[in-house]
């Protein structure tokens, strides 16, 4: 009979597609998926370390699983991969706390995940492999998506912008581009195999560096690339540095007619004075002026944001100029976080740290703030026609169905499940903060 396989990810959408490709090896070595934790023969969890909570919940999650690893010896194997896993304080407490676990490996070598299950197997002997650096970028690998209908494609890995808060550059490594002519392939047969829509992935994907010397220099040329792509319908990308936002790319709101009106633009804070202490280059000027030229080509683009509330120093002044910056903003939505201590960051040594409940207080406004806006946004789109990708049933609705606009909008509406992966047409009837209801035309 074959083993079964359970992964559990935290994290980004970087974590979320590593997942999908360790699922592809798995399968490929004939694991076949579990339904529940609980009934897999390998348990994998894909960690993230953006934050602390993210750390707690996973070393909370794994204390779960002693009792049955240690009554189920090699019937369970226990893997370990992600982020986490790039740092020496948490292997040590791993091998420490937690010597009942069997694999344990990095970001930069999840393709090494089928060579050290077969040692495990053969040799019955913890398996640890954890580069601290990434090395070249392994093409070709297989990959176990999660929708047949849209897919996540990799153009960039690890980071060199070094915020200070952010530990990141530490767990990914340095930026690595992928040669145009791999991603372009991949996206091919992406389509040829049913995908409509592709997000492009990286953690600044406007530094992506391309052929120098070719058509595809850098990330505005890939994308033009890509709208050339013949029955691909939608692409997506994340994540943008405003930093190295471009017209260039701006432009291509204007001529690329795949390319979803949604813009994901972190700011992190409003505050000229803490954006320098965050390393971000960029003022609160230069970021306004972005977001009004992005308007200006694409007049129905949404715009998201990510934001840090409590970063060390941040007076009462530089917190409502972050409020101030996201009314003139006009944000469809943002991602608000509370500022989280990373060891091995610069920030971490900063003296000036914010106290926990001044922090709670602002983020609650915060919050207030940015829910409102994205009310009054979702409300315009009633009495619109718009055009939906399927994604599947809703979730926690019976008979309902969801998708989302190319403006990134969740939208909800009456319908089978023989439209999942479809392109459909829906007048909005209703909307709430984070969703919109309607019917199918
Ligand atoms: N590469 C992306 C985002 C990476 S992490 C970018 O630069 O935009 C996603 C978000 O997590 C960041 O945008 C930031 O808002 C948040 N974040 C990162 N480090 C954090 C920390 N130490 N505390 C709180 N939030 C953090
Ligand atoms: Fe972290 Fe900054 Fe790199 Fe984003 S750009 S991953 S926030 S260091
Ligand atoms: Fe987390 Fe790593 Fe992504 S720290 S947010 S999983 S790059």
Redesign the pocket.
């Known amino acids: 009979m074959s083993k079964t396989y359970f992964i559990q990810t935290f994290g ?1 959408q970087m974590n979320e597609h590593d997942s999908e490709v360790m699922a592809g090896l798995l399968e490929e070595k004939g694991f076949l998926p579990a339904r529940t934790k609980n009934e897999a023969d390998l348990v994998l969890f894909n960690t993230c370390s ?3 909570n993210a750390d707690k919940r996973f070393f909370g999650t794994l204390g779960q699983l002693k009792n049955k690893k240690l009554e189920k010896g090699d019937d369970l194997i226990v893997c370990c991969t992600g982020c986490m896993m790039q740092q020496q304080r948490v292997i040590d407490s791993i091998k420490s706390k937690y010597p009942w676990v069997d694999v344990v490996l990095g970001t930069h070598n999840i393709h090494e995940l089928p060579d050290l299950l077969d040692n495990l197997y053969r040799e019955r002997q913890k398996q640890l492999s954890v580069w601290q650096d990434g090395g070249e970028i392994i093409e070709g690998l297989p990959v176990r998506r999660l929708f047949e209908h849209k897919s996540y494609v990799n153009i960039t890995f690890g ?1 060199n ?1 070094f ?1 200070t ?4 550059p530490y767990t990914r490594g340095r930026e690595r581009s992928r040669k145009p002519s791999d991603i372009v392939k991949e996206v091919e047969g992406l389509v040829a195999d049913g995908v409509k829509e592709i997000m492009l992935l ?3 994907v406007n530094s992506y560096k391309g052929d120098p010397e070719g058509p595809v220099a850098d990330f505005p040329d890939l994308v033009k690339r890509l709208n050339e792509v013949e029955g691909l319908e939608r692409i997506r990308f ?4 405003p930093k190295d936002l471009s017209d260039k790319l701006i432009d291509c709101f204007r001529t690329c007619d795949k390319l979803c009106h949604n813009f ?3 700011v ?1 804070s409003g505050s000229d004075r803490i954006l320098k202490r965050m390393n971000r280059r960029y003022d609160s000027r230069k970021y306004l002026d972005l977001v009004r030229k992005l308007r200006e080509a694409c007049p129905d683009i949404s715009i998201s944001t ?3 509330v409590g ?1 060390p120093g941040e007076t009462e002044e530089d917190f409502e100029d972050t409020l101030k910056l996201c009314r003139e903003a006009d944000y469809d939505s943002a ?1 608000t ?6 060891k091995g ?1 610069p ?1 971490a040594e900063y003296e000036d740290q914010v106290p926990e409940d001044v922090k709670h207080e602002r983020f609650n406004r915060l919050c207030d703030e940015i829910n409102e806006t994205s009310a009054y946004k979702n409300s315009l789109y009633v009495g619109r026609e718009v055009e939906v990708l399927c994604d599947g049933p809703a979730k926690r609705v019976r008979g309902k169905m969801s998708g989302r606009t190319g403006t990134f909008k969740l939208v909800k509406f009456k319908g089978g499940s023989e439209l999942t992966g479809k392109l459909v047409k829906v007048r909005i009837t209703s909307s709430n903060t984070f969703s919109l209801e309607g019917e199918l035309i």
């Open positions: 980004c953006i934050r602390d980071c912008n915020c808060y952010c530990i990141v990286g953690q600044n994340m994540t943008s540095h994901h633009l972190p992190q990510d934001i840090i970063f991602f976080f509370l500022y989280s201590i990373r960051t920030a």
